[in-house]
């Protein structure tokens, strides 16, 4: 008797083994699905609006609490927990899959955004709350072991899937799908894997109008999931359009921006050529030059035969300090290649900054400015920072006093340093915080500004290396200038009395304040 019975209870236990470890490989693959929605919803609300710590905040306090909520709501339905879970997945997979292209959606036609981004959390913290004390029923009904032993169990399953779920987003989902496909796809794998454990190894315990009815959604699931992923190449050339009055003519997300360009013919029939990123404008080919020499020419009023450009992967700044002849070098820091290749490759683009990237005397460089400026031990005559807006954490740091003092350490001796500041009409704050912040990394800074119609009045900053404000003047080695003369420059020191100086805070690493400055002024324009 007990050596016939012996092969059954090997078997019976290889089963219960297997059945644990497929319940455990779900709980891996939907927790890595959860993780993607939220750095999806994070990201995503980054590129539109800016301020990533914020949108990070929103994102992760709402979900944290309602994954809370959505565990206490599951407590009833773990008399049905088969079905219960494969129900909370399918739902996972059209909310998670389908929320960028929502969010998205609504961004584009609407002027809602933040509302749809927590209610959309809100529902998927629900449902991922859910998952965990619905997986706990089904793995006791597969072996009873103690509460503590099958908490470990899917905490560990659940935390290796959110690694899991943490670099496929950024490394692999991201550059290789996009936003939109990424979250799709990801939709598709948490309805696969919430199907396939009922009905693989709980299918006994639902009825079969429960398993036809669980069959036909799982199969409408699919087919929205699939439709999406074909159409959204429409989906986002429509919604972009809609977000630009003029004709796009180049779109592209890499994994640090997006990237639009647009091109139209101006009131006075010139080309305009347009260059968005995150949806920030950077210049319109209309009057770029006048940004652009403002920007430039000032700090080449002086020692020039290296120069480094920080940002400014258009390469309309190059153009403009190539036209010394006795600029030795240029070095280009810009973190985005797709930018400089752009700059190098889009015909329009090309034109207007002169090829100026392909230029023997230019080397560009694709890596993070304040990282990189941390390496080098060579020094510049002039550096021209001509970095986005800090409307985000990651373009905050580069406002910073420590990042002005890092860049200022590389100037010669009688270098010159040029800061774009924004606007000082639309966000005298955040100008004259800047300010603030050079002279809080020793500096003496002087202000300046110019009428940019595409921006409005822009302004700037100029450092010199000895801690003395520096004059500002033109070398006429390079005109004749466009917009620029001298008693433009002298007038443009001159600052009405609603544009005058500000008793500001400088910003620095640990408290960043410009960040919530440049997102606050900007926001009631």
């Not at 199969?219 to 050339?237: H, M, P």
Request: aromatic share 10%; charged share 15%; proline share 5%.
């Amino acid at each position: 008797m007990t050596a016939a019975t012996a092969p059954q209870t090997t078997l019976s236990a290889r089963r219960v083994r297997l059945a644990r470890f497929g319940l455990l490989a779900t709980a891996f693959a939907v927790s890595a699905c959860g993780l993607v929605y939220e750095l999806a919803l994070i990201t995503l609300g980054s590129y539109l609006v800016g301020n990533t710590a914020q949108q990070a905040s929103i994102v992760l306090a709402v979900m944290v609490c309602a994954m809370g909520l959505g565990a206490l709501a599951a407590k009833p339905l773990r008399r049905w927990p088969a079905l219960a879970f494969a129900a909370v997945e399918l739902a996972l997979a059209l909310l998670g899959g389908f929320s960028v292209m929502l969010l998205y959606a609504a961004f584009a036609w609407t002027d809602l955004y933040s509302l749809p981004l927590v209610v959309v959390a809100a529902a998927i913290g629900l449902l991922i709350g859910a998952e965990i004390p619905l997986l706990m029923e089904l793995l006791q009904r597969i072996r009873e072991q103690a509460a503590g032993a099958a908490v470990a169990d899917l905490n560990a399953a659940d935390y290796l899937g959110g690694l899991i779920g943490g670099l496929a987003f950024p490394f692999i989902l991201l550059p290789v799908f996009g936003q939109i496909q990424g979250a799709l796809l990801v939709g598709a794998l948490n309805a696969v894997a919430g199907v396939l454990l009922v009905f693989l190894l709980f299918r006994g315990d639902l009825s079969t109008m429960a398993k036809q009815l669980l069959a036909l959604v799982a199969a409408g699931t699919a087919v929205l999931l699939v439709a999406a992923f074909l159409y959204t190449d429409k989906f986002e050339t429509d919604a972009r359009q809609a977000l630009y009055s003029a004709p796009i003519v180049y779109t592209e997300d890499t994994r640090y921006q997006q990237i639009v360009m647009t091109e139209s013919l101006s009131p006075f029939g010139e080309q305009d050529l347009r260059l968005y990123l995150n949806g920030d404008l950077q210049f319109s080919s209309v009057d770029e030059y006048r940004y652009h020499e403002a920007l430039v020419h000032p700090a080449m009023d002086g020692p020039r035969a290296n120069v480094l450009v920080l940002g400014g992967g258009d390469g309309l700044a190059v153009r403009e300090i190539l036209k010394y002849p006795d600029v030795e070098s240029v070095t280009l820091v810009d973190l985005d290649g797709a930018v400089t290749d752009l700059a190098r490759d889009f015909e329009d683009l090309v034109a207007l900054n002169g090829d100026a990237l392909d230029d023997p005397r230019v080397t560009v460089v694709n890596e993070d400015a304040f990282t990189w400026l941390r390496t080098q031990t060579g020094r510049w005559d002039a550096i021209i920072v001509d970095m986005p807006d800090p409307d985000a954490t990651e373009t905050a740091k580069l406002y910073s006093t420590e990042f002005y003092a890092l860049a200022g350490d590389r100037l010669t001796d009688a270098g010159r340093m040029v800061v774009q500041s924004g606007s000082p009409y639309f966000a005298p704050k955040t100008f004259w915080t800047i300010k603030a912040t050079l002279d809080d990394a020793g500096y003496a800074a002087a202000p300046y500004w110019v009428s940019v119609p595409s921006f409005g009045d822009w302004g700037y900053h100029l450092v010199q290396a000895d801690g003395t404000v520096p004059e500002l003047g033109l070398d006429p080695a390079a005109g004749p200038f466009r917009s620029l003369t001298p008693e433009l420059l002298e007038a443009a020191q001159v600052f009405p009395p609603d544009r005058a100086e500000m008793d500001m805070q400088p910003s620095t690493l640990m408290h960043p304040v410009i960040l919530e400055l440049v997102q606050s002024e900007w926001r009631n324009y």
